[in-house]
Each structure stands twice: as C-alpha cells, then as structure tokens.
T-cell receptor, first 114, second 113 residues
Framework: NAGVTQTPKFQVLKTGQSMTLQCAQD?????MYWYRQDPGMGLRLIYY???????DKGEVPNGYNVSRLNKREFSLRLESAAPSQTSVYFC?????????????FGPGTRLTVL | AQSVTQLGSHVSVSEGALVLLRCNYS??????LFWYVQYPNQGLQLLLK??????LVKGINDFEAEFKKSETSFHLTKPSAHMSDAAEYFC???????????FGKGTRLHILP
C-alpha cells in the first residue's frame, strides 16, 4: 500500500495564479483532511471530508476550495494564490469507524507564492 | 470545544537523558489522545494513542505517555534520548464527533551531543 500520496511535492506560483493540490489514499478510509503547516502555528485544518460527497470548512478555509472526487481522492484548489498561502500543505485520511482511530498523513506539498 | 496546549515550543536534552514533552488538553468528554512525530521534511507519523484501555501507553522507539485525568495531561516521555529523536512532536485530541483531530502547536526536540 502506498498510503497517502500527494502531488506535487514542490510548487512555486506567482500571485494570482491558480493551482490544484492532489491527494489520494489507498486505505479505503472514509474521512480525508487538508492542513497547512506554518512555523509556530502547528497544523491548521483547512477543509475536511467526513465521507464521500461531503465537505466541511475547518479553521482556515478562506482562499481555498476542495473537491472529494471519490472515496480515494480529495483535492485542494487555490483559485487566486496570495503570498499568505505560502506554506506546507498536508493531506491526511482516517478510518472513522471509531473516533480513536488516528489520521495517516501524506509527505506534504511545499508551496511558495511570490 | 476541545483544545490542546503543548508547553515549550523548543526543548533541548542531552543524548542519554530523559525526554519529557508536556501536553495538556481540554475536553468536556473523555478524550482520545495522540502523539505524532514529524521528522524534517516529512509528514506526521503516529507515535502512540490513548483510547481509555490503559492510562500508560507505550509507543514506538521506547516512547510512552501517561494519561492523567486529574491533571488533564498526556505527557510524552522517553528514558534515554537518542540523536535520532530530534524532530517535532505534536500532541492531538479527537473531538466529540470524531470527525476532526485537534493538534497542538508542536514542540521541537533538540538532542545535544
């Protein structure tokens, strides 16, 4: 099993450009998550999808959109990138049979917006 | 609402010394608690989790954590630090609905030779 995969690993954008971060998991998990990680801020939840066909806002959703394409894939879109969105983005998945199940993380996408 | 507080954004210990990373949580219901580790330029990996089966939880690489309800704490310890333990550590709590996990801001562990 590959676990949680993310593409791309690195990306540089100019202000105003758009892009989509891709995430896929092969563990048959029902819940998926997008976080951003900034120094001293820990992980902040952007959006999550508790199950296929549903999405909900997290702590910092402004400037982002998501699509739960199917059970495996959950993408994050920046419509008009801003320098404040420079960050490391992590996707995670979780098998929500029980609330004590942990999240599994992808390797991250390092995004720089100039 | 649930929350997690990690005391100390940076902790330094000498190689071979005891590692203690502090985590306090706030929860109105019995929590599920996790410790994750992040090595440089990698994603987060689960170290251990508390699910109410036992208050002392053992994880990978000789780490363990003790759930203390009276202190609302879930501190992470390791008897003897190794250079390879240098990383960032995150404490987390699962919220009541189970949909989300709330993360602390992290503690970066430095190991001194």
């Amino acid at each position: 099993n590959a676990g949680v995969t993310q593409t791309p690993k690195f990306q540089v954008l100019k202000t105003g450009q758009s892009m989509t971060l891709q995430c896929a998991q092969d563990m048959n998990h029902n819940s998926m998550y997008w976080y951003r990680q900034d120094p001293g801020m820990g992980l902040r939840l952007i959006y999550y999808s508790a199950s296929e066909g549903t999405t909900d806002k997290g702590e910092v959703p402004n400037g982002y959109n998501v699509s739960r394409l199917n059970k495996r894939e959950f993408s994050l879109r920046l419509e008009s990138a801003a320098p404040s969105q420079t960050s490391v983005y992590f996707c995670a998945s979780r098998n929500l049979l029980s609330s004590y199940n942990e999240q599994f993380f992808g390797p991250g996408t390092r995004l720089t917006v100039l | 609402a649930q929350s997690v507080t990690q005391l100390g954004s940076h902790v330094s210990v000498s190689e071979g010394a005891l590692v203690l990373l502090r985590c306090n949580y706030s929860s109105s219901v019995p929590p599920y608690l996790f410790w994750y580790v992040q090595y440089p330029n990698q994603g987060l990996q689960l170290l251990l989790k508390y699910t109410s089966a036992a208050t002392l939880v053992k994880g990978i690489n000789d780490f363990e954590a003790e759930f203390k309800k009276s202190e609302t704490s879930f501190h992470l310890t390791k008897p003897s630090a190794h250079m390879s333990d240098a990383a960032e550590y995150f404490c987390a709590v699962s919220d009541h609905s189970g949909d989300k996990i709330i993360f602390g801001k992290g503690t970066r562990l430095h190991i001194l030779p």
